[in-house]
Every structure is written in C-alpha cells, then in structure tokens.
C-alpha cells in the first residue's frame, strides 16, 4: 500500500520536476545539465511528500502545492551536491551514481547547487490557485530553516565539531538543524499552504523535528550496516572518515531505540488533526524501518 503511494507520489513529482528545469541550449547550459543529472536522480522525495500529504491532510487540493514541494526537494538536492564535494563530506557517490562533482567536476556542481536553491525560491513562488498570504508565510519558513538558523547552521555545526569529542546534546542539536529542519519545514509549509491555524503548524513542526532526528539515526545505522547496492553510495563511509556519529559512539541497538522513541513522538502529533492520517502514519513507519 504505501509502496504503491510512494511511486505515484515519485512519478508525480518527477515529471513536475523535469519540466520546471528544462535544457535551455544557452552557452550556460551545462549548470543545467548537471543540476538536472543531480535533481532527477533515484531520491526517495520524502520531504515533497511529507508537504504534500500535510497540505492534503489540512484539506489542500493537492496538484497546486506541487510547485512548492518540488521546491523543497530542489534545496534538498543543493544540500546533497555540496555536501558530497571534497571540502565537506568527499563523497563520490549519491542515488546510485557518481556525485556531482565526480560526473562535472567541482566548480558545476558548486554552481549547480548554487543554481537550484535560487530556482527553488523562483518555483516556489510561482504556486498557483493557493492565498498568496500563505504562500509567502511558507517561503519565510523555508528560506529560515534552510538558511543560517536551519540547515546551513547545522552543517556548519558537523563540518566544525569534526574532530571534537562527542557530545550528544551538541549531535543532537547538529542534527536538528542539519537535516531536521528541511524536514520539518516540508511538514509545516503543507500546513500553512492549505491555511490551517497556529496549532496545526506547531504540530506539523512538532511531528518534522521528531521525524527529523529518527531519519538522521536511521540513517547513521544505514551508513554502518546497510547494503551498498540499495542505498546506492557505499556502506562504512562514516567509519572509513572517521566520523563521530550517534552510531560509533552509543552502538546500533542504543540508535534502533532512539529511532523509535523518536518516531512515536512524531505520530503523537498526528493526532492534532482531525483528517483521514493513514498515509502519513503508513509513511513514518516505513521510514523508521526503511532499508535505503
Ligand atoms: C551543504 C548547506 C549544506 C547542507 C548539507 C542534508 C545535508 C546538509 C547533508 C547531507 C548529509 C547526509 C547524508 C545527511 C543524512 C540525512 C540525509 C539528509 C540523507 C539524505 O536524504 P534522503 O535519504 O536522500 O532523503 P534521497 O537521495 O532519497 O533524497
């Protein structure tokens, strides 16, 4: 069931996705052609969805918040393609193919990340049969959480406590920002884009920070023990950095335990909303127990 709602959700989005970033044939095409070889990759587009079925929950028509999630899932892949080039993670695989970098060389996938997160503000704002109101109050909370005080402060926060001791409050916090912010603003701008009240976005913001920092720890679990083929880059690459990760430090079962509380937390929260929550509940599962 909800394998057959992910695919459609992908095909959905896709196909939105390849027609906002057509191939221009202009001399700068090839930033094009790179953000594109990075953006209609094999992602999972789980932050789109999370905005979509929040804005359906909260009784949005879904077809007009694409934009906006394809948006999301635009910074999300900027995020991917500099975190993956050799000043940061040095990664040279990502959804199961050479990373950016590796296909174009450093300075387009620099530039291709650069190019995606302003497109993305562009996209955004071009949603159509939704209040402007809303869709403005949905672009602060993108551009704060995936700004200074969101994402970018939390990658700052992992390139900087590289080599310090662990300290789970500072890993936490780290992970909050780096990659539960982006998350947790998916949840919140499908709820305000459909123009629900104070406390549904809180519980929205509530359910994404929670989900957040399980899909951070699963993920560290995936990077330990995982298979290579599936996740599609290679298994061990935190080891192999020697990387501090909730993993090395509290082991594999401590991570599955948290996971989970962290996960239970999250569906508290769908019980602030009255709608039909069997999509999202089917999906936070599947995400605590996903294999890639
Ligand atoms: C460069 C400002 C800047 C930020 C980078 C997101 C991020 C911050 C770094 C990615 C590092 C990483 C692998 C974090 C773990 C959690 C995460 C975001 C995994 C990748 O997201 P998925 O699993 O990937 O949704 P797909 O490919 O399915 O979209």
Do not use: W
Request: some cysteine; aromatic content about 8%; charged content about 25%.
């Amino acid at each position: 069931m909800i394998d057959m709602l992910l695919v459609e959700y992908q095909n959905k989005i896709n196909a939105r996705l390849d027609m906002l970033l057509p191939e221009n044939g202009m001399y700068y095409d090839s930033v094009v052609k790179a953000s594109r070889y990075s953006l209609l990759g094999n992602g999972k587009r789980i932050r789109p969805i999370l905005l979509l079925e929040f804005y359906k929950l909260c009784g949005g028509d879904d077809d007009c918040a694409y934009n906006f999630a394809c948006a999301v899932e635009m910074i999300h892949t900027y995020s991917l393609i500099h975190d993956d080039l050799p000043c940061m993670d040095d990664d040279d695989y990502r959804r199961g193919r050479p990373s950016c970098h590796k296909e174009f060389g450093e300075t387009l996938a620099l530039l291709s990340g650069d190019a995606l997160l302003t497109e993305a503000f562009g996209v955004a704002s071009k949603t159509m049969g939704i209040n402007p109101e809303y869709v403005v109050k949905a672009l602060t909370v993108l551009s704060a959480n995936a700004g200074i005080n969101g994402m970018v402060g939390g990658q700052v926060m992992d390139v900087e406590g590289e080599n310090a001791e662990f300290q789970s409050n500072y890993s936490l916090e780290m992970c909050r920002l780096k990659t539960g912010a982006l998350i947790k603003t998916a949840c919140m701008c499908g709820v305000i884009l459909a123009g629900a009240d104070e406390s549904k976005i809180s519980a929205a913001a509530n359910y994404g920070e929670n989900l957040g920092l399980a899909f951070q720890l699963i993920d560290d679990i995936l990077d330990a023990s995982g298979d290579s083929e599936v996740i599609g880059k290679p298994v061990g690459s935190d080891v192999k950095n020697d990387k501090k990760t909730f993993v090395s430090e509290l082991g594999i079962e401590c991570c599955k335990k948290m996971a989970d509380e962290f996960t239970k937390k999250a569906l508290e929260q769908l019980n602030m909303f009255d709608g039909d929550k069997q999509n999202l509940t089917e999906l936070t599962d599947y995400l605590l127990h996903r294999i890639k």
